[in-house]
Each structure stands twice: as C-alpha cells, then as structure tokens.
C-alpha cells in the first residue's frame, strides 16, 4: 500500500500510487478511512457489497469515496477493507468489509466533511496508476 499526503490548507490532500486501476481505487477506500481512524483497532465483521457509477475515471473515484463516506457519516460504519470485483472506466463494483463504530475501541483522528473535485486526477503512468484527492476537513 503505499499513499502519501500532500501539504494543503486546511484539507487533507492524499496522492496514491498503484500498479493496477483495481488497487489504486481500494487503497484510495483504505487511505481515507486511514485519516478518519486507527486502521489497526477496525476488525471486518461485515460484509456489504456497493456499485457506484461515473461520468469517467476520476469522476468514478470521488462517487466512489463519496459513497464510502457516507456509510461513516450516514451509518457509523468503519471500513477496515475494499475488495474491487468489477472495474471499469465508469462503474464499480466492490465488496466491503466493514465495522460498526464503537467510541469504547475506535478513536477518530480526522473529520472528513467532504471528498472534493479539487485536483481530482486518475492517470496511467509508465509504472502503474496514480490519483491525487483533496479531503474538506
């Protein structure tokens, strides 16, 4: 897994790197629920399967991060991991491994209000895939 952040004012900016399309939309799943809690304390006892749909690439990854957002603000669901099944350049389809939020185990390091369009990038490099998001905290 490797994510990096990126400096940016009162936002968390996240820029993943990824061999294949499917793993960097499951490290972008994983790298924003990184910032929200500690991945260590999630334990999967859940399982949801989600599709989500796009205009195209990037506009899939914010839909995407958007509707796992939601299972955190809309449902208090934690998800500790994203299994992409089915992957094209405007739908996805994944399974969720996911763990209601307990106060007593989880902590929450960051409030993520909001997944932006805000430099929303989704390119295919030399090496692999890359994208870069900026979270509203």
Known sequence: MSYYLTDHTADIGIRIVSPELKTLFEEAAYSMFDQITDMDAVKADTEKIIQVEGDDLPDLMVNWLRELLFLWTGTEML???AEVMLLSEKELTAKLH??????QKHSINNEIKAVTYHQI???HESDGWETTIIFDV
């Open 79 to 81: 998800m500790k991991k």
């Open 98 to 103: 996911l763990e209601p939020y307990d106060p």
């Open 121 to 123: 990038d989704v390119r």
